[in-house]
Every structure is written in C-alpha cells, then in structure tokens.
C-alpha cells in the first residue's frame, strides 16, 4: 500500500512534533548534515549549501512511493529541527522496513532519538501494519547502538565489512530488530 499525501502523519512525543520535512528547516538540516557524525555514518553528499538542504527537505516530504516515511521532530515551541528520522526500505509484501535517525549535535544526549525511534516505531506497527522494523549501525557507532537497545531493538548479528565509510575503512555492521509482538522494551541496554 502506498502511502499517500493524505496518509502522512503528524506524531506527537512528550518533547516533539514529528510532521514531514519542510523547506524552512534547511538551514538546520544544513547543519545537521555538516556535522562530523553525521557526515561519517549517516551523509547525504549531495546536500551542500541551503537550496540543496531544501530540496533534501522537499524529498524527504514526498512519500508518494511508498518505501519510505520521514519525518522531522521539531520543537513544539520554536519549530526548530531536532531528528531527522526515516522508515525507509519498507517492504509491503513483507510487513518489513529499516529505521535510521540523525539529531542535530547541540540536542544530543537528552534522549531525543529515542523518544522519536519509539513513536516512528509505535506507528510503524499500529498504523502502518508492519511486522518487523529493523536497524542498522556500524559496530563503531556505539551511540547509534545506545540508540537501538534504548529503543527495544534487540542486537540479532553482525554482518562484517558490510560497507566502507568516506575515510575507505570497511565496517562491521550490527543488525538489531523489534518485532510488533516483541514486549515494550524487551532487551539489554547496552551493547557491550
Ligand atoms: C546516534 C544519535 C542519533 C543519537 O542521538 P541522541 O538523541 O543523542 O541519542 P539519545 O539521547 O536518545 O541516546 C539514547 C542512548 O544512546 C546512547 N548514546 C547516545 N549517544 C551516545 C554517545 N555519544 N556515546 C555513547 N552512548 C550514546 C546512550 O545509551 C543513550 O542513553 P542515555 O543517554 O540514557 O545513556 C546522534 O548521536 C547522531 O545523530 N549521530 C550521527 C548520526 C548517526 O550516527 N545516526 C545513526 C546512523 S545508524
């Protein structure tokens, strides 16, 4: 099923607004995509300067194929951007699709891509009818993983040298899953 203009929603966490991408959040997308860690696990070349970060937001917003939602969690209060967050991959056939988050450096550690995995998560099964959702970062990227098991997303393997940053250092990555008939919050917190 694909989803349509009239199917994209608006969620509401404790601390956000998850809506789809607008073009006025360009200039903190930019930003976000300038950031280190951004860049290194989770880059969108093609973003350079403000009318690209726009037109990155304008695709963001067009759900119109189906294989991927995307939102952007904003401050209730200011509208600023705070997490780029996607369903992306989404297999109607399967039930199935990928998670993946960026949040902008100066928002970080307060628990925002949790708050939002956890919504996109909850929709992803109530709303969206999908069985399975999973995610995937790089064994290096010990926050992303903070990230997943915070999120009920149990650690299922490793796949090695599954893909090579920009530096051109191959990378392990994790696979983690949640299941809609997993348990709230069912696994460890950590992945060491
Ligand atoms: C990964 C990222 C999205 C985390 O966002 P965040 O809002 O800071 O994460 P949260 O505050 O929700 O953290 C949830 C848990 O993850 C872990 N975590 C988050 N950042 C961490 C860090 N820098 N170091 C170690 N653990 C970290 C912690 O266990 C944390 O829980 P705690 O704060 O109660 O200890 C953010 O650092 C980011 O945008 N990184 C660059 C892009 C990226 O790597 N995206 C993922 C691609 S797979």
Same mark, same amino acid.
């Given at each position: 099923?694909?989803?349509?203009?009239?199917?994209? *929603?608006?969620?509401?966490?404790?601390?956000?607004?998850?809506? *789809?991408?607008? *073009?006025?959040?360009?200039?903190?997308?930019?930003?976000?995509?300038?950031?280190?860690?951004?860049? @290194?696990?989770?880059?969108?070349?093609?973003?350079?300067?403000?009318?690209?970060?726009?037109?990155? &937001?304008?695709?963001?917003?067009?759900?119109?194929?189906?294989?991927?939602?995307?939102?952007?969690?904003?401050?209730?209060?200011?509208?600023?951007?705070?997490?780029?967050?996607?369903? /992306?991959?989404?297999?109607?056939?399967?039930?199935?699709?990928?998670?993946?988050?960026?949040?902008?450096?100066?928002? @970080?550690?307060?628990?925002?891509? @949790?708050?939002? +995995?956890?919504?996109?998560?909850?929709?992803? /099964?109530?709303? @969206?009818?999908?069985?399975?959702?999973?995610?995937?970062?790089?064994?290096?990227?010990?926050?992303? &993983?903070?990230?997943? /098991?915070?999120?009920?997303?149990?650690?299922?393997?490793?796949?090695?040298?599954? /893909? +090579?940053?920009?530096?051109?250092?191959?990378?392990?990555?994790?696979?983690?899953?949640?299941?809609?008939?997993?348990?709230?919050? *069912?696994?460890?917190?950590? &992945?060491?």
């Amino acid at each position: 099923m694909a989803l349509t203009i009239d199917d994209m *929603p608006t969620l509401s966490t404790q601390r956000l607004v998850l809506r *789809p991408p607008q *073009p006025a959040d360009a200039e903190d997308a930019l930003a976000l995509l300038q950031d280190e860690q951004v860049a @290194r696990w989770y880059p969108a070349p093609d973003v350079v300067d403000l009318a690209s970060a726009a037109a990155w &937001c304008t695709r963001g917003a067009d759900w119109s194929r189906g294989d991927h939602a995307t939102w952007h969690g904003v401050d209730p209060v200011t509208g600023r951007l705070v997490v780029n967050i996607s369903l /992306f991959s989404i297999d109607a056939e399967h039930s199935t699709a990928k998670v993946s988050y960026r949040v902008v450096p100066w928002q @970080r550690r307060k628990g925002y891509a @949790r708050e939002a +995995v956890l919504a996109v998560t909850s929709w992803a /099964f109530a709303e @969206r009818g999908l069985a399975r959702v999973q995610l995937e970062h790089s064994v290096a990227n010990t926050a992303s &993983c903070g990230v997943a /098991f915070g999120s009920g997303y149990g650690l299922e393997g490793t796949l090695r040298s599954a /893909f +090579v940053t920009a530096d051109g250092v191959r990378q392990d990555v994790h696979v983690h899953g949640r299941l809609a008939t997993d348990a709230p919050i *069912p696994w460890g917190t950590s &992945c060491q």
